[in-house]
C-alpha cells in the first residue's frame, strides 16, 4: 500500500502521522535483564523457572528440566528416524560443532559409547518412545502442544544414564521451532535443562517486502528469510512495489536467471520452513472482465507454481478506485460497488481455475483496493459478498499506518469484509517499521499498540519492514513474538533481546547498538512515545543540573562518546548489515557526538570566563552541526537525504547550548 513519500521527508511524515488515529500504547524504555516464564500459566512471568534463560518467541509453558545440563562438548548421537526433517538434523549438527562437540547421525540408539550424549529428532511414533523415555509421554502440556500445528516439546533428561534432549514436532515444523529453541538454551556448550511445551498462537507469522523504494537484494532476502525461521516465523511474501514483473509489467514471464533466483529464495524459505508467497499485482491495468488478463495472470502463476510455490496473493492495493477498462465499464458498470464486484469476478476466476485443482496450494489471498478501517463500506459490503468465502483478505487496521490494533476493530474488519453470518478470514498487513514514507528516518522502536489477543480474531499478522533490511530485523524478531504468543508479548524485554542478538555478545558493542536504537524511537511521532528517551533523559538532567549552578552527572558526556564511536563499534555487530544499512545515520549520530561533547566543553569555558575556549569550541559545535546536518542518504526517488536523530533532539540540545554561550 501506499506509505510512500510525497514530498520531503520529514513533512511528509509529520502529515502521514498526525492524521492517524490517536491511542497508542506508550513505549517502553529498553531495558535490560533476563526473565523466566511461570511454571504454572502459560506464557507467564511469575515465579522461577530454574534458571531457564530467555526464550524468543516466548513459550507457551517451560519449566526446570531434570538430569542436569546436556553436554555437546564431546559425541554427540542425532538419533534421526528415517523422514525426520533435514533441515532441523542440518541445524543441530551446526550446534554441536559450535559448541566443540561432534555428531553422529544414526536411526536409533543402541550400545552408545561411554560418556557420549543424545539428541532426539522426531515427529509422531518416535517423539513418542522417546519422550517415554523419560517417562514424559502422558505429560499433558507435552500432549497438546504436539496436537497443534507447529508445535513441539523439548525436554532433557538422563535416560540410562545418557544426558539426553529430545525435540518433538506435531510436525516437521515443529521439530524445527524445537530446534531454535535449543538454540536458546545453550550456556557453556551444554543444553540447559528444561521441559518446554509450545505451540504458535497465530497461523500466519512473517515479513510481506512490500514497500516502495529501492529493493532489497537478493542476499538480503535469503538473510531474512533465515533469520525468519530461526525466530519461528513461517511466512515470507514477496511483493516488492518496485518489482516491475510484479505491477508495471506483470504480464510478463521471467527470465531463466530471474526464475534461478527466485528458486533460490523459494528453497532458502523451504529450508527454514518459511512459506514463500508470491504476490502478482495486476491491478493497474488489467481488465477483470477480459479473458486474456486472466490467461496471463494464471501462466504467470503456473510459473512460479513449477518452482515450488503453494501460496500466492493477489493485491488490488495503490490502484484506481474507480472501474477504468472499457470493458469492465459495459460488464460491470461504474463506482466502488462495480469495482469490487469486477474484483470479486476475477479473483474468483484465479481462484477456481488455478488455486482449486492444485494440491497443497494454501487459500488465496488478496489486499482489497479499500485495505484499512473496520467499518462497513459500499466496496466493502459487496466484496464481501461476491468474492469466494475461502479468499483471506489483507488489512492494514483503521489506518494505512495503523498506532494501534485492537481486537474489537479486527473483529469489525472481519464482518465488513465478509457476508452476513460469515467473517472473512483476515491477515494484518502491519505498516511497522516500513519507513517508505520518511525515508530520512529510522524505525526501532519496539512494536506497540497491538492487542494481545489479536490471535483470538485474525489470520496472521505480516510485517512491512523498511527499506534497509538488516536495520528491520530487530522489528521482526518483535512481530515474531507478538505472533507467536501475543498475551506474553512484553516490547521492552523484545526489542532487548532483539538488540542484543543482531549485537552479538560484547558488551560494547551492544551499549553502542542500543544507543543508536535510541536515536531512532519517534514511529508514533506523539508525546506517548517519544523520541530518543534516554538521551532526552540525558539532556533534561544536564539543563536541570546546569540552570542550578551544580556539576553535572557526566551522563550526557559519556553518551556523547559513545555517538562518537558508533562507526568503529557497530561494524563489529554479530549482523554486519546492520552497519552498513544504518551507515548514514551512524556518520551523523558521531558528529553530533563530537558536537555535543565540544558544546559542554564550550558551556563550562564560558561559566568560567575562558573565552578564547569557549569561542574554539563555538566553532567545532558549528562545525558538528553542518556535518551532521548534510546530505547523505541516497533514495530512489527523492534524491539525498538528511539522516534525522533523535527527533532533531541532539540539534536542539547543540542550538540551545550555541545560545547559552553567545559568541564574544
Given at each position: 500500500m501506499n506509505t510512500a513519500p510525497i514530498g520531503a521527508g520529514a513533512k511528509r511524515r509529520r502529515y502521514v502521522l498526525l492524521s492517524l488515529a490517536a491511542g497508542a500504547l506508550a513505549a517502553a524504555l529498553v531495558v535490560t535483564g533476563w526473565f523466566v516464564v511461570s511454571r504454572e500459566r502459560p506464557g507467564g512471568r511469575e515465579g522461577d523457572a530454574g534458571g531457564i534463560p530467555s526464550i524468543f518467541p516466548v513459550p507457551q509453558h517451560a519449566r526446570a528440566g531434570s538430569g542436569g545440563p546436556v553436554p555437546l562438548l564431546g559425541h554427540?548421537?542425532?538419533?534421526?528416524?528415517?523422514?525426520?526433517?533435514?533441515?532441523s538434523i542440518a541445524a543441530v549438527q551446526?550446534?554441536?560443532?559450535?559448541?566443540g562437540g561432534t555428531t553422529e547421525i544414526v536411526a536409533e540408539l543402541s550400545n552408545p559409547r561411554e560418556g557420549a550424549s543424545a539428541v532426539y529428532l522426531?515427529?509422531?511414533?518416535?517423539?513418542?518412545?522417546?519422550?517415554?523415555s523419560l517417562q514424559l509421554d502422558s505429560d499433558a502440556e507435552i500432549r497438546e502442544a504436539l496436537g497443534r500445528p507447529e508445535g513441539y516439546a523439548l525436554a532433557t533428561g538422563r535416560p540410562d544414564?545418557?544426558?539426553?534432549?529430545?525435540?518433538a514436532g506435531g510436525d516437521n515444523d515443529g521439530v524445527f521451532h524445537a530446534v531454535q529453541t535449543l538454540r536458546q538454551l545453550l550456556k557453556d556448550g551444554s543444553v540447559v535443562a528444561a521441559r518446554i511445551s509450545d505451540w504458535p498462537l497465530m497461523e500466519t507469522r512473517g515479513v510481506i517486502e512490500g514497500f516502495y523504494g529501492t529493493p532489497w537484494s537478493h542476499q538480503a532476502r535469503l538473510d531474512v528469510i533465515e533469520f525468519a525461521g530461526r525466530q519461528k516465523m513461517n511466512t515470507y511474501i514477496y511483493s516488492p512495489k518496485d518489482d516491475p514483473l510484479l505491477r508495471d509489467k506483470w504480464r510478463d514471464l521471467y527470465s531463466n536467471q530471474e526464475l534461478g533466483?527466485?528458486?533460490?529464495?523459494?528453497?532458502?524459505?523451504?529450508a527454514n520452513h518459511v512459506r514463500f508467497s508470491y504476490a502478482l499485482s495486476p491491478g493497474i491495468d488489467i481488465c477483470y472482465s477480459r479473458t486474456s488478463d486472466l490467461d496471463d495472470a494464471v501462466a504467470k502463476l503456473e510459473s512460479l507454481y513449477s518452482l515450488g510455490v503453494r501460496s500466492f496473493v493477489i493485491p488490488l492495493d495503490d490502484i484506481a478506485t474507480k472501474v477504468q477498462c472499457a470493458d469492465d465499464l459495459r460488464e460491470f458498470g461504474s463506482g466502488q460497488v462495480n469495482l469490487a464486484k469486477a474484483q470479486a469476478s476475477f479473483l474468483n476466476d484465479v481462484n477456481e481455475r488455478f488455486i482449486a485443482g492444485k494440491a497443497g496450494v494454501l487459500p488465496l489471498e488478496t489486499v482489497p483496493t479499500f485495505y484499512n478501517g473496520s467499518g462497513s463500506t459500499p466496496y466493502k459490503k459487496e466484496l464481501g459478498r461476491a468474492l469466494n468465502p475461502g479468499i483471506v483478505v489483507q488489512w492494514t487496521g483503521e489506518d494505512v499506518v495503523s498506532h494501534r490494533i485492537s481486537q474489537d476493530s479486527a473483529d469489525?474488519?472481519?464482518?465488513?469484509?465478509?457476508?452476513?453470518?460469515?467473517?472473512?478470514?483476515?491477515?494484518?498487513?502491519?505498516n511497522y517499521p516500513v519507513n517508505d514514507f520518511s525515508q530520512d528516518h529510522l524505525f526501532l522502536a519496539p512494536v506497540i499498540g497491538r492487542d494481545a489477543d489479536l490471535h483470538e480474531s485474525i489470520r496472521g499478522i505480516v510485517t512491512n519492514p523498511m527499506i534497509q533490511p538488516y536495520l528491520s530485523l530487530p522489528a521482526i524478531f518483535n512481530y515474531a513474538d507478538l505472533s507467536w504468543n501475543g498475551p506474553a508479548y512484553d516490547p521492552?524485554?523484545?526489542?532487548?533481546?532483539?538488540?542484543?542478538l543482531v549485537a552479538g555478545p560484547d558488551p560494547d558493542t551492544q551499549a553502542a547498538v542500543k544507543a543508536f536504537a535510541d536515536l531512532n524511537q519517534d514511529w508514533q511521532d506523539d508525546e506517548l512515545t517519544p523520541s530518543a528517551p534516554g538521551l532526552r533523559r540525558d539532556v533534561d538532567q544536564f539543563w536541570a543540573d546546569y540552570d542550578a549552578g551544580k556539576p553535572g552527572s557526566g551522563a550526557l558526556k559519556a553518551r556523547a562518546e559513545l555517538l562518537q564511536r558508533l562507526p568503529d563499534l557497530l561494524p563489529g555487530m554479530a549482523q554486519p548489515g546492520f552497519a552498513k544499512d544504518a551507515s548514514a545515520w551512524v556518520a551523523a549520530a558521531a558528529e553530533y557526538g563530537r558536537g555535543?561533547?565540544?558544546a559542554l566543553g564550550m558551556l563550562e569555558a564560558a561559566r568560567k570566563g575562558d573565552t578564547q575556549a569557549a569561542m574554539v569550541a563555538r566553532r567545532n559545535v558549528q562545525s558538528s552541526l553542518v556535518a551532521a546536518g548534510a546530505k547523505s542518504q541516497p533514495t530512489l526517488e527523492l534524491g539525498v537525504v538528511t539522516p534525522v536523530l533523535g527527533d532533531s533532539e541532539l540539534k536542539a540540545f547543540l542550538e540551545r547550548a550555541l545560545q547559552q554561550a553567545p559568541a564574544g
Open positions: 554427540v548421537y542425532v538419533v534421526a528416524p528415517s523422514g525426520t526433517d533435514q533441515s551446526d550446534l554441536v560443532a559450535g559448541a522426531g515427529t509422531g511414533a518416535a517423539a513418542a518412545s522417546a519422550l517415554k544414564g545418557i544426558p539426553t534432549a529430545v525435540l533466483e527466485l528458486r533460490e529464495l523459494i528453497d532458502a524459505a523451504a469489525t474488519a472481519r464482518q465488513s469484509y465478509g457476508s452476513p453470518g460469515s467473517p472473512r478470514d483476515i491477515i494484518i498487513w502491519d521492552a524485554k523484545s526489542m532487548n533481546a532483539a538488540l542484543s555535543v561533547e565540544e
